[in-house]
């Protein structure tokens, strides 16, 4: 017959060893002996048991720029007996470098730590993808009547960005842009279109427009008194 040394490890049931766990344990081995014999002397070994290897698997994840990192996540492969994670003694976790402001791009995502009796951990690392954000144009002010010969409008608008807004004219005999200033060319329409194409971290925004009148200037004819 057989008995174990450490039973939460190896536990003997008639010729078989169950493995409860991880460490070791010294199985004996008996014979006491019946009428005819004197019992034997016993025998040991010493079996080691090892932590079995648990896959810990890091999720991809994205977010746009200036968002909150998400939640990142993991699963586990390779438990055995029918366990999940409730039997861990420790969970890992998983962290990036990344943070809420980090520019558009790829950031490792890394599981670490952990700690079970019976098991080891082997990590696999993923990425968060961070793509650009959105933004709009969110004020544009621009008066919208002039007269031939006044003096260059000034065009003004901002992008939630915070990045600078551009300036076109459909219409550059009328108005001329020059940054944000309109230079009056001639009397008629023109309409000034607001830009922000976006950069490595936001998407360009839609753009806005606004019509411009120039009016014709009023030109004095007077005549000369004669005799």
Same mark, same amino acid.
């Given at each position: 017959?057989?008995?174990?040394?450490?039973? /939460?490890?190896?536990?003997?049931?008639?010729?078989?060893?169950?493995? =409860?766990?991880?460490?070791?344990?010294?199985?004996?081995?008996?014979?006491? !002996? /019946?009428?005819? #014999?004197? !019992?034997?002397?016993? &025998?040991?070994?010493?079996?080691? %048991? @090892?932590?079995?290897?648990?896959?810990?698997?890091? @999720?991809?994840? $994205?977010?746009?720029? &200036?968002?909150?990192?998400?939640?990142?996540?993991?699963?586990?492969?390779? #438990?055995?007996?029918?366990?999940?994670? $409730?039997?861990?003694?420790?969970?890992?976790? %998983? #962290?990036?470098?990344?943070?809420?402001?980090?520019?558009?791009?790829?950031?490792?995502?890394?599981?670490?730590?952990?700690?079970?009796?019976?098991?080891?951990?082997?990590?696999?690392?993923?990425?968060?993808?961070?793509?650009?954000?959105?933004?709009?144009?969110?004020?544009?002010?621009?008066?919208?009547?002039?007269?031939?010969?006044?003096?260059?409008?000034?065009?003004?608008?901002?992008?939630?960005? !915070?990045?600078? %807004? $551009?300036?076109?004219?459909?219409?550059?005999? *009328?108005?001329? *842009?020059?940054?944000?200033? &309109?230079?009056? =060319?001639?009397?008629?329409?023109?309409?000034?279109?607001? @830009?922000?194409?976006?950069?490595?971290?936001?998407?360009?925004?839609?753009?806005?427009?606004?019509?411009?009148? %120039?009016?014709?200037?009023? &030109?004095?004819?007077?005549? @000369?008194?004669?005799?």
């Amino acid at each position: 017959s057989f008995s174990s040394s450490n039973p /939460d490890v190896l536990e003997v049931n008639g010729t078989q060893l169950k493995i =409860r766990g991880a460490g070791e344990a010294t199985i004996y081995a008996h014979q006491d !002996g /019946d009428a005819n #014999f004197f !019992g034997a002397s016993e &025998l040991n070994a010493t079996v080691t %048991v @090892h932590t079995a290897e648990l896959q810990v698997i890091a @999720h991809p994840a $994205s977010k746009a720029y &200036l968002d909150d990192i998400p939640d990142l996540t993991f699963h586990y492969e390779g #438990f055995v007996n029918d366990e999940n994670a $409730s039997v861990l003694d420790q969970e890992p976790v %998983v #962290f990036t470098t990344a943070t809420q402001a980090s520019p558009a791009g790829t950031y490792d995502v890394n599981a670490t730590g952990g700690f079970d009796a019976n098991y080891h951990f082997a990590y696999h690392g993923s990425e968060l993808e961070i793509g650009e954000g959105a933004q709009h144009i969110d004020s544009f002010d621009l008066v919208l009547d002039a007269v031939y010969g006044d003096a260059p409008l000034q065009a003004e608008a901002t992008a939630t960005s !915070g990045l600078e %807004v $551009s300036f076109s004219s459909s219409n550059p005999d *009328v108005l001329e *842009v020059n940054g944000t200033q &309109l230079k009056v =060319r001639g009397a008629g329409e023109a309409t000034i279109y607001a @830009h922000q194409d976006g950069d490595a971290n936001f998407f360009g925004a839609s753009e806005l427009n606004a019509t411009v009148t %120039v009016h014709t200037a009023e &030109l004095q004819v007077i005549a @000369h008194p004669a005799s």
